[in-house]
């Protein structure tokens, strides 16, 4: 990096920032010197004093020599940033990694290097960096933390070149700039038993492809490390290549995460609102269900589903990426203008209403876990409609009024869901969702409802 803009973190800089805008860097000393020579050499010149002119003339030299200085310097500066982790939950910590190396052949000067991180992460970190060596390097770092999830820039880095006499200061910034993304808070769940299902993998939800004898049989191609004695010899023969039985592949259970992020339902914001209650359950329950096996999908009223490719199951790096796609959903989900759950209601039944549409009812074995908030009538029967076609629904209500003090309304909204099937439990204030996990597990099983969680 030179007295200009450096090209970006992680690379080089060079060039020249414009003798103007080098000038623009005196400091109030060096704007007070030069001042102070102006009107010496001014006072001298009226006065006919040499013995002062002289001084004049030095006190106004000495920034302009500085600047001009400065300007001139080829410092080429190579920066790096390195975020550990790049996504964390709200209220953990993450570490940045500063390392800037002289790649000149001349050595710095003082250095301040200054990162620029939003306010809700903390203080801005600065670190002077005293005279750095040809080819030598320094390495600083600094810690960032949010209460509050969401996306967030870090950069560009900014370096502040100054003269030994601190008359002058240059800044330059890095052009690229990394995101730290902070994702809701979430809880360990018990491994309960999930309403219609027996397991992520289950014994009973197994798919046999080999169940009435030789004729059902669908053999596939001898591989290496097979056991010989799963070698279907009538195949071999038709075929003639060794052929042996397929293995029975176990039929994942899939879950649908619905979130409610209707703006009418919820009232109030910040970490303790019932809305970011309901965000942090998602997430939780998310992580839990993958964790069991499920393949899941998270699905909010707009119809819209993460990952719209039908659900994602645990394990393997593409799993992991969209489990993570879902993860950073969260991370920045926010209100919607909706009125109404109508386009969940397609999504969940199979209308279309979404990507994936129908993922979770198909077949009627799917598991759907909802976060609701206010419910009006028409939006009670659209909710407790959804379960017709689920192998398990479990509710939980979050009621704005009571999250503000007031009397509770959720009483008739929640009975109706439990008529019709849901496992449907209201959700206070100040109370933990694994709690009411629990709870859902011990829950008595409503009109219409097909397993028990157990």
């Given at each position: 990096?030179?007295?200009?803009?450096?090209?970006?973190?992680?690379?080089?800089?060079?060039?020249?920032?414009?003798?103007?805008?080098?000038?623009?860097?005196?400091?109030?000393?060096?704007?007070?010197?030069?001042?102070?020579?102006?009107?010496?050499?001014?006072?001298a010149y009226v006065l006919g004093q040499g013995e002062l002119l002289r001084v004049g003339l030095l006190l106004a030299a000495l920034p302009l020599v500085?600047?001009l200085a400065l300007h001139r310097t080829r410092h080429r500066v190579s920066g790096n940033r390195r975020l550990t982790p790049m996504r964390v939950a709200?209220?953990?910590?993450?570490?940045?990694?500063?390392?800037?190396?002289?790649?000149?052949?001349?050595?710095?000067?003082?250095?301040?290097?200054?990162?620029?991180?939003?306010?809700?992460?903390?203080?801005?970190?600065?670190?002077?960096?005293?005279?750095?060596?040809?080819?030598?390097?320094?390495?600083?770092?600094?810690?960032?933390?949010?209460?509050?999830?969401?996306?967030?820039?870090?950069?560009?880095?900014?370096?502040?070149?100054?003269?030994?006499?601190?008359?002058?200061?240059?800044?330059?910034?890095?052009?690229?700039?990394?995101?730290?993304?902070?994702?809701?808070?979430?809880?360990?769940?018990?491994?309960?038993?999930?309403?219609?299902?027996?397991?992520?993998?289950?014994?009973?939800?197994?798919?046999?492809?080999?169940?009435?004898?030789?004729?059902?049989?669908?053999?596939?191609?001898?591989?290496?490390?097979?056991?010989?004695?799963?070698?279907?010899?009538?195949?071999?023969?038709?075929?003639?290549?060794?052929?042996?039985?397929?293995?029975?592949?176990?039929?994942?259970?899939?879950?649908?995460?619905?979130?409610?992020?209707?703006?009418?339902?919820?009232?109030?914001?910040?970490?303790?609102?019932?809305?970011?209650?309901?965000?942090?359950?998602?997430?939780?329950?998310?992580?839990?269900?993958?964790?069991?096996?499920?393949?899941?999908?998270?699905?909010?009223?707009?119809?819209?589903?993460?990952?719209?490719?039908?659900?994602?199951?645990?394990?393997?790096?593409?799993?992991?990426?969209?489990?993570?796609?879902?993860?950073?959903?969260?991370?920045?989900?926010?209100?919607?203008?909706?009125?109404?759950?109508?386009?969940?209601?397609?999504?969940?039944?199979?209308?279309?209403?979404g990507a994936g549409g129908g993922f979770a009812g198909a077949g009627g074995d799917g598991l759907l876990i909802a976060f609701f908030g206010d419910l009006?009538?028409?939006?009670?029967?659209?909710?407790?409609?959804?379960?017709?076609?689920?192998?398990?629904?479990?509710?939980?209500?979050?009621?704005?009024?009571?999250?503000?003090?007031?009397?509770?309304?959720?009483?008739?909204?929640?009975?109706?869901?439990?008529?019709?099937?849901?496992?449907?439990?209201?959700?206070?204030?100040?109370?933990?969702?694994?709690?009411?996990?629990?709870?859902?597990?011990?829950?008595?099983?409503?009109?219409?409802?097909?397993?028990?969680?157990?």
């Amino acid at each position: 990096m030179s007295a200009g803009a450096p090209r970006g973190a992680g690379g080089e800089g060079r060039g020249s920032g414009g003798l103007r805008a080098s000038l623009a860097g005196l400091t109030t000393r060096g704007r007070s010197f030069l001042a102070a020579g102006v009107a010496a050499a001014l006072c001298a010149y009226v006065l006919g004093q040499g013995e002062l002119l002289r001084v004049g003339l030095l006190l106004a030299a000495l920034p302009l020599v500085c600047v001009l200085a400065l300007h001139r310097t080829r410092h080429r500066v190579s920066g790096n940033r390195r975020l550990t982790p790049m996504r964390v939950a709200a209220g953990s910590e993450a570490r940045v990694q500063l390392r800037m190396e002289n790649v000149s052949r001349l050595p710095t000067g003082l250095l301040m290097l200054q990162d620029r991180v939003p306010y809700v992460l903390g203080p801005r970190p600065r670190f002077v960096l005293d005279r750095v060596e040809p080819g030598g390097r320094r390495e600083v770092s600094y810690r960032v933390r949010s209460d509050l999830r969401g996306k967030y820039p870090l950069g560009p880095l900014q370096l502040r070149l100054t003269d030994p006499f601190g008359l002058v200061e240059l800044t330059r910034s890095f052009s690229t700039y990394d995101t730290l993304t902070v994702i809701p808070r979430t809880e360990a769940l018990a491994p309960v038993r999930l309403t219609g299902e027996t397991s992520g993998y289950g014994d009973g939800g197994r798919r046999s492809l080999a169940l009435a004898g030789d004729d059902d049989v669908i053999p596939r191609t001898y591989r290496r490390g097979d056991d010989l004695r799963r070698v279907h010899w009538r195949s071999t023969a038709r075929y003639g290549e060794l052929m042996v039985r397929r293995e029975e592949q176990p039929q994942r259970s899939r879950a649908t995460v619905l979130l409610d992020t209707r703006a009418v339902a919820f009232e109030g914001a910040g970490p303790g609102s019932a809305f970011e209650w309901a965000v942090s359950g998602a997430a939780s329950s998310l992580v839990h269900l993958l964790e069991q096996g499920f393949s899941v999908r998270l699905l909010t009223d707009t119809g819209t589903s993460v990952p719209g490719d039908g659900g994602v199951s645990s394990g393997g790096q593409e799993s992991a990426e969209a489990a993570g796609l879902m993860m950073d959903t969260l991370a920045v989900v926010g209100h919607s203008d909706g009125a109404g759950l109508s386009r969940a209601y397609d999504a969940v039944r199979g209308g279309g209403g979404g990507a994936g549409g129908g993922f979770a009812g198909a077949g009627g074995d799917g598991l759907l876990i909802a976060f609701f908030g206010d419910l009006d009538d028409v939006q009670t029967e659209l909710a407790a409609k959804m379960r017709v076609r689920c192998g398990g629904a479990v509710a939980f209500v979050l009621d704005s009024a009571l999250w503000a003090g007031r009397p509770s309304q959720a009483e008739g909204r929640v009975r109706r869901l439990r008529d019709a099937g849901w496992t449907a439990l209201a959700a206070p204030p100040g109370v933990a969702f694994g709690e009411l996990w629990r709870q859902a597990g011990n829950a008595p099983l409503g009109t219409g409802t097909s397993g028990g969680w157990g």
